[in-house]
């Protein structure tokens, strides 16, 4: 890019990254945090009528949605959902520190990509002179 749109160039990239990032966050992490709910959920409904054991078990707003329905053991289900719902965050989260890890780890062995030896700090091309960072967008 022309230096003169640099910095338009970088707060479409802060954005594409940023919406790539989630949606990757989403696609990787959730189905991890649901199997971890349902993982941990499924030793606390014990007792509980097969139905609402079943609802609980596709997720914590089902669960909480079902609570009023088995009376006394209401606050019983609550809590067990809570508490799945934690457990299979904590599982999630754990991983996403894993795969963070690992970029770190990798970013830090490979050191920067690029090519920042073409133009280095204060030897810019002459003016309107393509350089390495120019890049055609059509």
Same mark, same amino acid.
């Given at each position: 890019?022309?230096?003169?749109?640099?910095?338009?160039?970088?707060?479409?990239?802060?954005?594409?990254t940023r919406e !790539?990032?989630? #949606?990757?966050? @989403?696609?990787?992490?959730?189905?991890? %945090?649901?199997?971890?709910? $349902?993982? +941990?959920?499924? =030793?606390?409904?014990?007792?509980?009528?097969?139905?609402?054991?079943?609802?609980?078990?596709?997720?914590?707003?089902?669960? !909480?949605?079902? #609570?009023?329905? @088995?009376?006394?053991?209401?606050?019983? %289900?609550?809590?067990?959902? $809570?508490? +799945?719902?934690? =457990?299979?965050?904590?599982?999630?989260?754990?991983?996403?520190?894993?795969?963070?890890?690992?970029l770190l780890v990798?970013?830090?062995?490979?050191?920067?990509?690029?090519?920042?030896?073409?133009?280095?700090a204060g030897d810019?091309?002459?003016?309107?002179?393509?350089?390495?960072?120019?890049?055609?967008?059509?």
């Amino acid at each position: 890019m022309p230096r003169a749109d640099q910095g338009v160039a970088s707060a479409l990239n802060d954005d594409v990254t940023r919406e !790539l990032g989630t #949606a990757r966050r @989403v696609a990787l992490l959730g189905p991890l %945090l649901a199997g971890g709910y $349902r993982a +941990a959920i499924g =030793d606390k409904l014990a007792g509980m009528p097969h139905g609402t054991a079943d609802t609980a078990r596709e997720g914590i707003a089902n669960a !909480l949605e079902a #609570a009023p329905t @088995v009376g006394g053991d209401a606050s019983h %289900l609550v809590e067990a959902a $809570r508490q +799945a719902f934690v =457990d299979g965050w904590q599982q999630s989260m754990w991983a996403g520190v894993a795969v963070m890890t690992a970029l770190l780890v990798r970013g830090a062995l490979r050191g920067p990509s690029g090519n920042a030896a073409a133009h280095p700090a204060g030897d810019d091309p002459a003016p309107g002179a393509p350089s390495a960072h120019d890049v055609t967008v059509r």
